[in-house]
């Protein structure tokens, strides 16, 4: 079935320090979401995309769809201590569902 | 909207005692998913409905797990007996088109 690889598991990063997490699927996709789960929450949608090469920002977040729509990364630019927590991709199922990346987990030191 | 809304929030129960989670979903929303979330096996599907009707189960990790959708404004998901292993934060989701899921706050289940 479905599949995507999502990396690093983890990352620690100084305040002020850039973050990258990557998702990388060996099909090609119809379209890719991003989600966000801070600490003791509950996943919160941020972005989809859907074209290739699609780049979409969200303020300090960059999300970019790859060529070939089998890859996909969200970039946090001079990362701030409310940007901790878990960042989720998940690429579409069958029949509606959702298959999520295993996340990355993001700390940032004050 | 009040957002997808889940009950209990926290629940502590015995080893053996059967437990009972509820979701109310986004109003208007067809599909109603619950995930399961430990550190070690990260966010796991177990079932998921389409217009009341459940369309995969194959996450549900045994026969002591069941899940029912009697309408389109509740849901429960049952596990019956506990067992410590079960002990995770249970997440509801619902979505309607596009797929964008929106998740409730979750039920954090400690199985004693």
């Known amino acids: 079935g479905q599949q995507v690889m999502q990396i690093p598991q983890y990352q620690h990063v100084q305040e002020g320090e850039d973050f990258t997490t990557y998702c990388n699927s060996s099909?090609?996709?119809?379209?890719i979401q991003w989600y966000k789960q801070r600490p003791g929450g509950h996943p919160v949608f941020l972005i989809q995309?859907?074209?290739?090469?699609e780049v979409k920002k969200q303020k300090r977040l960059t999300f970019q769809f790859g060529e070939a729509k089998k890859n996909s990364s969200l970039h946090i630019t001079a990362t701030q201590t409310t940007d901790v927590g878990t960042y989720f991709c998940?690429?579409?199922?069958?029949?509606?569902?959702?298959?999520f990346g295993k996340g990355t987990k993001l700390s940032v030191k004050p | 909207d009040a957002g997808v809304i889940q009950s209990p929030r926290h629940e502590v129960t015995e080893m053996g005692q059967e437990v009972t989670l509820r979701c109310k979903p986004i109003?208007?929303?067809?599909?109603l998913f619950w995930y399961r979330q430990t550190m070690m096996r990260g966010l796991e599907l177990l079932i998921y409905?389409?217009?009341?009707?459940?369309?995969?189960d194959s996450g549900m990790p045994e026969d002591r797990f069941s899940a029912k959708m009697p309408n389109a404004s509740f849901s429960t998901l049952k596990i019956q007996p506990s067992e410590p292993r079960d002990s995770a934060v249970y997440f509801c989701?619902?979505?309607?088109?596009?797929?964008?899921?929106?998740f409730g706050p979750g039920t954090r289940l400690l199985v004693l």
């Open positions: 989701a619902s979505s309607g088109v596009p797929e964008t899921q929106y």
């Open positions: 099909t090609t996709l119809s379209n």
């Open positions: 995309l859907v074209k290739s090469g």
């Open positions: 998940a690429v579409k199922g069958s029949q509606g569902n959702l298959i």
């Open positions: 109003s208007g929303h067809d599909y």
């Open positions: 409905f389409n217009n009341n009707v459940p369309i995969d």
